[in-house]
């Protein structure tokens, strides 16, 4: 499974990347491939200062070898070897009208000290960021999470679209990290699903992704904006960062397993502002995406 799933994740790579340089048609990705001396590597793809695309990273990863103390602790087990593998990428978009987006598609294997394997499991999900609330947008974004649930078991959306709003809650803040998608973890074989049940599971989430965020893109990317507007996006991508350094499980395992730092902080984005005590102009737009994301609610 997990080579059929690295190899999974290596060509979905290569698909994203290309849709997203055609889009941008300016910046292309810089490539690295490194490899983790506790064992395994990964290929970074970063993209900068695009015509659409101000910083966006689009990576992969397998490592393995001696699971952490720390980790162990986490997981309650001892003496305990893993590998783990997925696919991460954000997007952070120039224009504030256009959303950052999240997604992550990731496999996970445990061993004893005799090298049997004891657990394993997929997570992952994605989730959409808005700066400026457009309700098309977030039906859209929605609906294509819904179908690639739908195909699977009828609760999967519902389910999950309420795990994310759940996992991407700012708790500092009392407010969501943007209007959620999907967050699923821990999918491990159980009496209705296999493990390979889990794998056309993950991997059709994997699939839609493009369709859920490209024509979001297309239709907000050439909007105009101000400078108010651009600082506002600034703002809020503080509050981004607030989330990936402070809550992100993803961001805290990589730290925990000397991944790579580059790799693990690609998620931030080069612009940010923190002001003191900032507060959206009553009836304004930026209030009304600041209540939605107080009371996450339901697009489809």
Same mark, same amino acid.
């Given at each position: 499974?997990?080579?059929?799933?690295?190899?999974?994740?290596?060509?979905?790579?290569?698909?994203?990347?290309?849709?997203?340089?055609?889009?941008?048609?300016?910046?292309?990705?810089? =490539?690295?491939?490194?490899?983790?001396?506790?064992?395994?590597?990964?290929?970074?793809?970063?993209?900068?200062?695009?015509?659409?695309?101000?910083?966006?990273?689009?990576?992969?990863?397998?490592?393995?070898?001696?699971?952490?103390?720390?980790?162990?602790?986490?997981?309650?087990?001892?003496?305990?070897?893993?590998?783990?593998?997925?696919?991460?990428?954000?997007?952070?978009?120039?224009?504030?009208?256009?959303?950052?987006?999240?997604?992550?598609?990731?496999?996970?294997?445990?061993?004893?000290?005799?090298?049997?394997?004891?657990?394993?499991?997929?997570?992952?999900?994605?989730?959409?960021?808005?700066?400026?609330?457009?309700?098309?947008?977030?039906?859209?974004?929605?609906?294509?999470?819904?179908?690639?649930?739908?195909?699977?078991?009828?609760?999967?959306?519902?389910?999950?679209?309420?795990?994310?709003?759940?996992?991407?809650?700012?708790?500092?803040?009392? =407010?969501?990290?943007?209007?959620?998608?999907?967050?699923?973890?821990?999918?491990?074989?159980? =009496?209705?699903?296999?493990?390979?049940? +889990?794998?056309?599971?993950?991997?059709?989430?994997?699939?839609?992704?493009?369709?859920?965020?490209?024509?979001?893109?297309?239709?907000?990317?050439?909007?105009?904006?101000?400078?108010?507007?651009?600082? +506002?996006?600034?703002?809020?991508?503080?509050?981004?960062?607030?989330?990936?350094?402070?809550?992100?499980?993803?961001?805290?395992?990589?730290?925990?397993?000397?991944?790579?730092?580059?790799?693990?902080?690609?998620?931030?984005?080069?612009?940010?502002?923190?002001?003191?005590?900032?507060?959206?102009?009553?009836?304004?737009?930026?209030?009304?995406?600041?209540?939605?994301?107080?009371?996450?609610?339901?697009?489809?």
């Amino acid at each position: 499974m997990k080579d059929k799933f690295y190899a999974y994740i290596e060509k979905l790579q290569d698909t994203i990347t290309t849709a997203l340089e055609n889009l941008d048609g300016k910046a292309t990705f810089k =490539e690295d491939i490194w490899k983790r001396p506790e064992g395994g590597g990964g290929r970074t793809r970063v993209i900068e200062n695009g015509v659409v695309f101000e910083k966006g990273g689009v990576n992969i990863s397998g490592v393995h070898g001696a699971l952490p103390k720390s980790m162990q602790t986490y997981f309650g087990v001892e003496n305990a070897n893993f590998f783990a593998c997925g696919l991460s990428l954000v997007l952070h978009p120039t224009n504030p009208m256009v959303p950052t987006v999240h997604a992550n598609w990731r496999y996970f294997e445990m061993y004893d000290k005799e090298g049997n394997l004891v657990d394993q499991w997929f997570g992952g999900g994605q989730d959409l960021t808005p700066y400026y609330l457009f309700e098309d947008d977030a039906i859209h974004f929605h609906t294509v999470c819904k179908k690639a649930c739908d195909a699977h078991q009828p609760e999967f959306y519902k389910k999950y679209k309420k795990r994310c709003d759940d996992y991407f809650w700012n708790t500092h803040r009392n =407010e969501s990290r943007g209007i959620g998608g999907l967050f699923f973890d821990y999918c491990k074989i159980n =009496e209705r699903m296999t493990m390979k049940d +889990w794998y056309n599971f993950v991997t059709e989430v994997g699939d839609h992704f493009l369709e859920a965020y490209i024509p979001i893109v297309l239709k907000r990317k050439n909007l105009k904006f101000s400078q108010q507007e651009r600082d +506002w996006q600034e703002i809020r991508r503080g509050r981004y960062v607030e989330f990936n350094l402070v809550h992100d499980k993803g961001t805290l395992f990589g730290l925990r397993t000397n991944g790579r730092i580059e790799s693990i902080l690609m998620s931030l984005p080069p612009h940010v502002q923190w002001r003191y005590d900032y507060q959206p102009i009553a009836g304004s737009k930026e209030e009304k995406l600041v209540d939605i994301l107080k009371h996450p609610k339901e697009w489809v």
